[in-house]
Structure formats: C-alpha cells, structure tokens
C-alpha cells in the first residue's frame, strides 16, 4: 500500500500559480494510478485530474482543463499538480489519491483505495 503526503497549498491571489506535490511512501508507486481531488467547505469531493500508472495518460476536469498539469516522478515516488490562472473558486482542500489497479484514470472518489491528509488552496479576489 501507500500513504500519499500533500504539500505546496497556501494563500494565491486569482491569476497566480501553485504546484502541489504528494509524496508517497511504500512500495510499487508505479503500480498505482494517481489523482487529485478537491473538496469546497459544503460541497461534496470533486475530480480535479488524474494520471496513469506510467505516466502517458492524463484526464483532466472541465473545471481545471488547461489551467492545470499532472505529472508524475515514479522515481522519486511523487505526483504534482500544477495550477495556474487561480479563481475563487479553486479555493478548496487538495487531496492526493491512489487507485492500485492500472486500468484505468477514474474521476469517481470509491474507485481509489488510498487518500492524503489534504493541503488547504485559498484564492483571494
């Protein structure tokens, strides 16, 4: 299994940029798909991106389309999530998940067996 560890989130103003890091500890990090979610006070978990277990294949939310990368170093056992051209309504707590099957890049939060901590994203106006 792993125990994915977020970091990078903090205060932005709209229009800047963060990259979020979640570093995982134990074995076999490219044995398992990737992703991001986020979660807005009074709202339900939300699919922002994820990637494949090798890298090759990205799958983004609307909402984050173009503004945002996933990437990932299975050599260092880490995935990242750039984000640039920030809103408001990014404002919400990151979360880093790991699926252990490599069949997929699922936006659905039941189909991922291991969650982060979270790091808070707030957005100022």
């Known amino acids: 299994q792993v125990q994915p560890v977020e970091s990078g989130g903090g205060l932005v103003q709209a229009g800047g940029s963060l990259r979020l890091s979640c570093a995982t500890s134990?074995?076999?990090?490219?044995?398992?798909?990737m992703a991001w979610f986020r979660q807005a006070p009074g709202k339900e978990r939300e699919f922002v991106a994820a990637?494949?277990?090798?890298?090759?294949?990205?799958y983004y939310a609307d909402s984050v389309k173009g503004r945002s990368t996933i990437s990932r170093d299975n050599a260092k056992n880490t995935v990242y999530l750039q984000m640039s051209s920030l809103k408001p309504e990014d404002t919400a707590v990151y979360y880093c998940?790991?699926?252990?099957?490599?069949?997929?890049?699922?936006?659905?939060?039941?189909?991922?067996?291991?969650w982060g901590q979270g790091t808070q994203v707030t957005v100022s106006s």
């Open positions: 990637i494949s277990c090798g890298g090759g294949s990205t």
């Open positions: 998940a790991a699926d252990r099957t490599c069949v997929r890049t699922s936006a659905v939060v039941g189909d991922y067996d291991y």
């Open positions: 134990g074995r076999a990090f490219s044995m398992y798909v």
